[in-house]
T-cell receptor, first 114, second 114 residues
Framework: DAKTTQPPSMDCAEGRAANLPCNHS???????VYWYRQIHSQGPQYIIH???NNETNEMASLIITEDRKSSTLILPHATLRDTAVYYC???????????????FGQGTILTVHP | IAGITQAPTSQILAAGRRMTLRCTQD?????MYWYRQDLGLGLRLIHY???????GKGEVPDGYSVSRANTDDFPLTLASAVPSQTSVYFC?????????????FGEGSRLTVL
């Protein structure tokens, strides 16, 4: 799986958009970009994933650059409850024996303040 | 509410003792995983199972064993606990064939080995 690089920490004002970057310059053509977050003392929670097109769901938007070497997770209206560690992961979304292993890095600590 | 249940939530254990962390899911997911989380090291995969009856080693399998006798249960055993195994342990599951690739995590088991 490709390695990812994220800033260790970011701040965001409540109600503003939080834009979390991730670099994955060695990503392969069949590797997806996944985002998870972990709120303090809880298990990680899936947010969104994508291959090359931008994606949006009820939680966030994922913007992937055309060369796929970087991406940005956007929380459109951050709330205090969005304070968490955000993990960007790239991996192959395929079946067989490689199915399912996700390697979590250090992530970005997002602090949303009033 | 369907999901993953881990037990115990917290345990203090003397070094050298045997300990089994329990994990049960009621989503009929084929794939299950054990991670440990340590400050500064993120989440690291210990063992995984793609389906009942099969298991595989992750990044940090030494000192741990798992079994997968049925779909729902995936216990993690420390045969002879050591202080370096002090950590928070997360169990996760995933539906094989699910395109989203979403991992569902339990709430964690905090283990302290003295």
């Amino acid at each position: 799986d490709a390695k990812t690089t994220q800033p260790p920490s970011m701040d965001c004002a409540e109600g503003r958009a939080a834009n979390l970057p991730c670099n994955h310059s060695t990503i392969s053509g069949n590797e997806y970009v996944y985002w998870y977050r972990q709120i303090h003392s809880q298990g990680p929670q899936y947010i969104i994933h994508g291959l090359k097109n931008n994606e949006t769901n009820e939680m966030a938007s994922l913007i992937i650059t055309e060369d796929r070497k970087s991406s940005t997770l956007i929380l459109p209206h951050a709330t205090l409850r969005d304070t968490a560690v955000y993990y960007c992961i790239v991996r192959v979304n395929a079946g067989g024996t490689s199915y399912g292993k996700l390697t979590f890095g250090q992530g970005t600590i997002l602090t949303v303040h009033p | 509410i369907a999901g993953i249940t881990q037990a115990p939530t917290s345990q203090i254990l003397a070094a050298g003792r045997r300990m089994t962390l329990r994990c049960t899911q009621d989503m009929r997911h084929n794939a299950m995983y054990w991670y440990r989380q340590d400050l500064g090291l993120g989440l690291r995969l210990i063992h995984y199972s793609n389906t009942a009856g099969t298991t595989g080693k992750g990044e940090v399998p030494d000192g741990y064993s798992v079994s997968r006798a049925n779909t729902d249960d995936f216990p993690l055993t420390l045969a002879s606990a050591v202080p370096s195994q002090t950590s928070v342990y997360f169990c996760a599951s995933r539906a094989s064939g699910a395109f989203t690739g979403e991992l569902f995590f339990g709430e964690g088991s905090r283990l302290t080995v003295l």
